[in-house]
């Protein structure tokens, strides 16, 4: 059965992220290093010593470049992509939304967009579908006309079973930029879903005439010959 993601207003969203990482505990339903007691307003983990030594390097001096300034947001990202790109996305969460619920209205739209964009991929590798979708959503309110961010937004949906919505996103995506291939793919996975290989085999063919190389096309090409009936073609 679908499953549809619910729309809310920013505010409360964004009351219902904070609850994830505030009060020095970590999310019961989210994965991830818990903050250590060592600072009550800024999250790292627990133990540093337990880390590989490189990494607790790079979390210490992201660590000291955030106490230097806590007001910077740009030190705030620093640190949760640190934490992000090292599989600790509980800690990585509430950096990110440090950034996001920053009352400054001098915040540049780029920097909002891709917080909330880091935001969203997190929670997407940590399973949250729903909260990746909102945050995703709240990116494009930043920057509207980032086609990436459409495609991205579009596999959130595809994953939560709002394929119609998904579709609508799949297709700004192509609209903002014909050579971005994540929208022509992401129509062809929603053509296959709803079984219908020949259109997904139309638009991936199409794709591939002007991106030959494209891996993931080339996989999902095979893919839709064999459920169109011509796996001699794949």
Known sequence: MKRHATSSAAAVLLAALLAVGCGGESAPDLPGDPPTEESASIPAPRDL?????????????????????????????????????????????????????????????????????????????????????????????????????????????????????????????????????????GLARIHLQEDRPELAVQILTKLLAGKPKDSDALRLLRTAYIQAGRAEEA
């Not at 620093?78 to 400054?104: F, K």
């Not at 909002?112 to 997407?124: H, I």
């Not at 006309?145 to 394929?163: E, M, Q, V």
């Open 49 to 185: 010593s337990a880390l590989d030594p490189a990494l607790a390097d790079r979390v210490r001096a992201a660590l000291a470049e955030l106490r230097a300034d806590e007001s910077d947001p740009a030190r705030w990202m620093a640190l949760g992509m640190t934490y992000e790109a090292n599989e600790m996305g509980s800690l990585a969460i509430e950096c990110y939304l440090r950034v996001v619920s920053d009352p400054a209205p001098t915040l540049p739209k780029l920097l909002q967009a891709k917080a909330w964009s880091r935001l969203a991929q997190t929670y997407g590798v940590l399973g949250d579908v729903e909260h990746a979708i909102e945050a995703m959503r709240h990116s494009i309110e930043a920057v509207p006309d980032y086609a990436p961010s459409h495609w991205r937004l579009g596999t959130y949906l595809f994953d939560w079973g709002d394929f119609d919505a998904a579709r609508a996103s799949f297709r700004r995506a192509t609209e903002l930029d014909p050579k971005h291939s994540g929208g022509w793919i």
